[in-house]
């Protein structure tokens, strides 16, 4: 074989590109893997905040499946042949031990995502994958329906007899993420969904954000609602809740974050357009009556004291100036002096804590990208190109996301697997 040719050339150092590259190189192929930045998996090192949730321990495959919304399907094939309990096994095998937190989500016991990285590039090396770094590719040639080969900045020719694009979404892009991907797809004919940032953090219109910046909250019910007189894509009705997540969420300096924030960006998406509003409930495990007793008791207890002291064992520090603002109870008046209706207006604001949705950060700080490569563009059962007879398609690129817990690593875990496996032992 010539010194530039290549069984399989992989565009994109990511979590996709990296187990395809190392999986066609384990079964005999001379693979090449080109990579735009100086090291692989930039974006990776950052996922899980450093900590990288590898994927999730769900059993139920149909389980599994559903939280990838109608595109799920297309993943039965790929996460029969590589599942999550393969990937735990797979780093198991290559000595990275791994725990379960809530959520079933998966990290690496050392809690480094530099972990993860450092094991998949002594797998590309073990496979005999040579790697390409600082490789932007300039243009793909194409021939009679196939990719005759790879042109990139410096003039460099890569020719190969496969190729797989897995370069990955737009979001973070200080990673290098640009979307170049979907730009040389449309030039070969593919469709692509129109790429929109998705589990990306919510900004809120209301600027008494900013004083709670930096709060976390914990066992939490944020819920989001689109006001009276609006009519939803979604259809589900007027002044209705679209969507309600329970767990942790963080305050930031415009607004909201946090893993069910980011769950719950992808309905706001879909309804921008719309005046969409979230509710907090701080005290989810307590209905109305319940937290009204609560609060009479705490009440009873401190009766002599201020209103603005006597807030310390229901709330988070930070909170307490915030919610006695918004109450319009005068923080100097006492305990016993408080009107039902006063009480009620902080049981409301316990609640439902209302915020007015502005807008989403965008891509500059999303997860992953919703949109992508048309999914009936590409078989699943070996992540071929439909209409490119030499293409394959791993990872974000394809027009298939989740909702935060490990769910989209696993995304590329499978496809890239998948897409490794079936066709590059060209020996």
């Known amino acids: 074989m010539p010194k530039n040719k290549y069984n ?22 001379r693979v090449i893997l080109l990579e ?16 990288c949730n590898i994927t999730n321990a769900e059993e139920d495959l149909k389980k599994l499946i559903n939280v990838y919304g109608p595109n799920g399907k297309f993943l039965y094939s790929a996460l029969n042949k590589f599942s999550n309990q393969d990937v735990v096994n797979f780093f198991d095998k290559h000595g990275i031990e791994t725990k379960i937190e809530r959520g079933n989500r998966v990290f690496p016991t050392s809690d480094k995502a530099r972990d993860i990285v450092a094991c998949l590039n002594k797998y590309l090396t073990k496979s005999k994958v040579e790697i390409k770094f600082n490789s932007s590719v300039e243009k793909i040639i194409l021939k009679s329906d196939k990719i005759e080969k790879i042109i990139l900045q410096n003039g460099q020719e890569i020719i190969a007899d496969n190729y797989l694009i897995a370069t990955g979404g737009k979001s973070y892009p200080g990673t290098g993420a640009t979307g170049d991907g979907y730009k040389w797809l449309k030039q070969l ?31 939490v019910e944020v819920s989001l609602w689109a006001p009276p007189n609006q009519s939803l894509r979604s259809g589900t009705g007027q002044g209705k809740k679209l969507a309600s997540e329970f767990g942790e969420a963080l305050f930031t300096g415009n607004g909201l974050s946090g893993p069910i924030i980011l769950d719950l960006s992808k309905k706001v998406t879909e309804n921008l357009d719309k005046k969409l509003q979230i509710k907090i409930d701080f005290k989810p495990a307590l209905d109305y009556p319940t937290l009204d007793k609560r609060i009479l008791r705490d009440f009873a207890e401190q009766k002599n ?18 919610i006695i603002e918004l109450s319009e109870i005068e923080p100097d008046k006492a305990i016993n002096e408080i009107t039902k209706d006063e009480r009620k207006k902080l049981l409301k604001l316990l609640k439902e804590f209302e915020l007015n949705i502005s807008g989403l950060v965008g891509f500059e700080k999303a997860i992953v990208t919703s949109g992508g490569v048309n999914l009936k563009e590409v ?49």
């Open 8 to 29: 399989l050339a992989v565009i994109g150092g990511g979590p996709a590109g990296m187990m395809a590259a190392a999986r066609a190189g384990e079964l005999g192929s």
């Open 36 to 51: 735009k930045n100086t090291q692989l998996g930039t974006k990776l090192l950052i996922t899980g905040k450093g900590r």
């Open 189 to 219: 004919s593919h469709t692509i969904i129109e790429p929109n940032p998705a589990l990306t953090p919510i900004i809120i219109k209301e600027t008494i954000v900013k004083q709670l910046e930096g709060l976390s909250l914990k066992n």
């Open 305 to 322: 004291k201020q209103f603005k002291n006597s807030l310390d064992k229901l709330l988070p520090k930070k909170l307490i100036p915030v």
């Open 379 to 427: 078989d699943p059962k070996t992540m071929k190109s439909k209409i490119i007879d030499n293409l394959s398609l791993a990872g974000e690129i394809l027009d298939i996301d989740g909702p935060t817990g490990g769910y989209n690593l696993q995304v590329a875990w499978s496809t890239g697997y998948t897409a490794g496996d079936n066709h590059f032992n060209l020996k």
